[in-house]
């Protein structure tokens, strides 16, 4: 199945893949904006990584793309969670990335666009957002290839 579909299946929202962590603050709410901590492609009940290593060495551009799909998808699994409906996200405002990149790799963009692209297709217009990427050498957990954190506009 494909990983879109853990959050809508045939249009209508399914159950989030989203688990809390111990010890660790992944969202907070002040108002009516919610700051989400950065999250890489990793299962959300192991905290196992999905994907390993440097884009453009031991990862491709397309495995990286996926990786960062992964992350949105977990993302918005932790906004469903934590608000109970996807409704109740009025749009996302801005969204961070690092990259993990090999030596010489520079579409960090591309990559990213696997986090974009995934979020305007679930959330449409509203997940239209402002966004930074950068490239980096090593991220946590065993060398996870994309981490991305999100600010988002919330509904009353």
Request: with cysteine; net charge negative; glycine share 10%.
């Given at each position: 199945?494909?990983?879109?579909?853990r959050?809508?299946?045939?249009?209508?929202e399914?159950?989030?893949?989203?688990?809390?962590?111990r010890?660790?603050?992944?969202l907070?709410?002040?108002?009516?904006?919610l700051?989400?901590?950065?999250?890489?492609?990793?299962?959300?009940?192991?905290?196992?990584p999905?994907?390993r290593g440097?884009?453009?060495?031991?990862l491709t551009?397309?495995?990286?793309?996926?990786a960062?799909?992964?992350?949105?998808?977990?993302i918005?699994?932790?906004?469903?969670?934590?608000?109970?409906s996807?409704?109740?996200?009025?749009?996302?405002?801005k969204?961070?990335?690092?990259?993990?990149?090999?030596?010489?790799?520079?579409?960090?963009?591309?990559?990213?666009?696997?986090?974009?692209?995934?979020?305007?297709e679930?959330?449409?217009?509203?997940?239209?957002?402002?966004?930074?990427?950068?490239?980096?050498?090593?991220?946590?957990?065993?060398?996870i290839?994309?981490?991305?954190?999100?600010?988002?506009?919330?509904?009353?």
């Amino acid at each position: 199945m494909d990983s879109i579909n853990r959050i809508l299946k045939d249009g209508v929202e399914t159950e989030p893949v989203y688990k809390k962590k111990r010890g660790i603050v992944l969202l907070r709410q002040v108002d009516d904006m919610l700051y989400v901590s950065g999250h890489g492609p990793e299962d959300q009940v192991t905290g196992r990584p999905l994907y390993r290593g440097r884009i453009g060495e031991e990862l491709t551009l397309e495995e990286g793309y996926a990786a960062a799909r992964e992350c949105a998808i977990i993302i918005l699994g932790a906004l469903k969670d934590t608000l109970g409906s996807l409704d109740r996200v009025e749009r996302i405002v801005k969204a961070f990335g690092l990259v993990n990149c090999g030596e010489g790799f520079t579409d960090v963009d591309k990559v990213f666009d696997g986090f974009s692209d995934t979020i305007a297709e679930v959330l449409e217009e509203r997940g239209y957002h402002a966004r930074t990427v950068m490239g980096t050498r090593n991220l946590p957990n065993g060398n996870i290839p994309v981490e991305i954190e999100v600010i988002a506009a919330l509904r009353p």
